[in-house]
């Protein structure tokens, strides 16, 4: 760099920095004109102190852009997406997961949760978004690598942070399944066609089992072949939890599909608590009867005895009356357009949704029947859990709540996450997939509880999408060839979300 000075006709020198590092001259600054001698010198000695200031200089001057805004684009060597990797990397870091070494499986994760497409397609992201480029064959040699050593440690992590903010207690953990389908036609060993949550009957599937905490941050999961029944994937999973880490006591809570008399047996014979809610319509008659005899106000529950080792709690809620009034009233509304229309037949005569309450008069005339309605009324404001816990009623009916938790992360997970459908064919790339996905909810519950912990209003989504937003610029000196990577933040959003993870 030096200094010039360039005279023009009405004798006003004005003087200008110029820089020649790149064998043309460019003007790096100008720095003020005049046509008196004593300011011409105070320019230039100002000039001077300039040029000094930026001798070694280490990282580009950024905040005089607006000075020599040319010169600043000509020092841009790359512009990449920088805030998935300041938050959810963060995150990631702070989980524990940093440990595994495999700098591949953090970019794996971190576009599950920004941008979660197929495997090619993620390779394709990372080197647009991120200039990172890996070979898909070395994405698919790592997933069987992730398969062969690292799903057990990823759920050892998951468990010991989980255990940490939770105080160092996890005493009661919830369990559900769901069913994850293919595109793809052949069955094999694992993948099976079975009954789908997805509505996707015709393709093979698996079925996956999750084990949460309180609050729903993810513990374990496995999983199944696509037929298996749900009720037989549960103690599998619990009783390897619960030897692994050497757990002396657990309180299960379930969902009543889940629970057939000999899964609630097995819990009993080795010692497990429960949680489990109640199919109080199909209980024996006599205990049916204590039921109905109970004079309940909202909010009011009370026990009821179901045999040596359990009792039932029945709560009843005048939230949950009227919704079941309202939901099978549009239910029947639906049925007698259909009956006035003529379009059921007796092959519409079973047990599925409200036809339950139709019946056949003589040969050909349905109608609905008023026994079966009257019946099913009776039950409208009540709701049952199993239990053979010391705990207080209240105590039971509040974990028991927690369990839509689980059922929001297998949508989340479906969702935002997009697990399926899974294109992989080998077991060992299903189960390193899973194990990648898992791996993400857990840094998106561990994203809602900071948000929460920091009184934040974002979503989880909310606070991604932002960061997805925050760019970062590669700049060399032209000067001193110094790399300096700088990010840009712009937006009120990018600069909150920012503060309040300090990046």
């Not at 949460?212 to 009783?239: C, R």
């Not at 299960?252 to 629970?259: E, F, Y």
Request: overall charge positive.
């Amino acid at each position: 760099m030096f200094v010039r000075k360039k005279n023009n006709i009405s004798g006003v020198v004005s003087i200008q920095i110029i820089d020649k590092s790149s064998g043309k001259y460019k003007v790096l600054k100008t720095i003020g004109s005049s046509a008196d001698e004593n300011e011409i010198t105070r320019l230039v000695l100002k000039a001077k102190q300039w040029i000094e200031s930026k001798k070694g200089l280490a990282e580009f001057d950024f905040t005089d852009y607006q000075q020599h805004t040319d010169f600043v684009l000509d020092s841009i060597t790359q512009i990449n997406v920088h805030g998935t990797e300041l938050l959810i990397g963060k995150l990631f870091d702070e989980i524990g997961f940093n440990t595994i070494p495999d700098n591949i499986f953090k970019l794996l994760v971190l576009a599950r949760l920004s941008f979660p497409v197929s495997k090619l397609k993620t390779t394709d992201f990372l080197s647009k978004y991120h200039f990172i480029n890996i070979d898909i064959h070395n994405v698919y040699r790592y997933l069987d690598k992730l398969y062969d050593t690292q799903k057990e440690l990823v759920q050892q992590i998951s468990y010991t942070h989980t255990l940490q903010i939770l105080h160092k207690e996890i005493s009661i953990v919830f369990y559900d399944v769901t069913t994850l389908y293919f595109e793809a036609e052949q069955e094999d060993n694992l993948r099976k066609t079975g009954f789908s949550k997805d509505g996707k009957h015709q393709h093979p599937q698996i079925v996956l089992g999750l084990l949460v905490s309180i609050d729903g941050y993810p513990l374990a999961y496995d999983i199944f072949e696509g037929n298996k029944f749900e009720g037989h994937t549960m103690l599998p999973i619990i009783e390897a939890f619960k030897e692994k880490y050497k757990l002396n006591k657990l309180v299960v809570v379930a969902d009543s599909g889940l629970m057939s008399a000999s899964n609630i047996d097995e819990l009993q014979l080795k010692g497990y608590e429960y949680i489990i809610g109640a199919r109080i319509k199909n209980e024996k008659k006599d205990i049916q009867e204590k039921i109905l005899a109970l004079a309940l106000g909202n909010g009011e529950s009370a026990y009821v005895e179901k045999d040596k080792y359990s009792k039932i709690i029945i709560s009843y809620s005048d939230k949950r009356a009227a919704k079941d009034r309202h939901n099978r009233e549009r239910g029947l509304h639906k049925l007698e357009k259909q009956i006035q229309s003529g379009k059921l037949t007796k092959s519409n005569i079973n047990n599925k949704g409200y036809n339950k309450y139709l019946k056949l008069e003589g040969e050909v005339k349905i109608s609905i029947d008023e026994t079966k309605l009257t019946n099913a009324s009776k039950w409208d404001d009540l709701k049952g859990y199993i239990t053979n816990t010391t705990l207080t009623k209240e105590e039971i009916i509040e974990n028991y709540s927690h369990l839509w938790k689980i059922e929001k992360a297998f949508r989340i997970s479906k969702t935002d996450l997009q697990i399926r459908p899974i294109y992989h064919r080998l077991q060992r790339r299903i189960e390193a997939h899973i194990c990648i996905a898992f791996v993400a909810y857990k840094i998106y519950k561990e994203l809602e509880r900071q948000l929460k912990e920091k009184l934040s209003i974002l979503s989880p989504e909310k606070a991604i999408e932002i960061a997805k937003t925050i760019y970062a610029v590669k700049v060399e000196h032209p000067i001193t060839k110094k790399v300096t990577y700088k990010t840009i933040l712009i937006t009120e959003e990018q600069k909150y979300l920012a503060k309040i993870f300090e990046f």
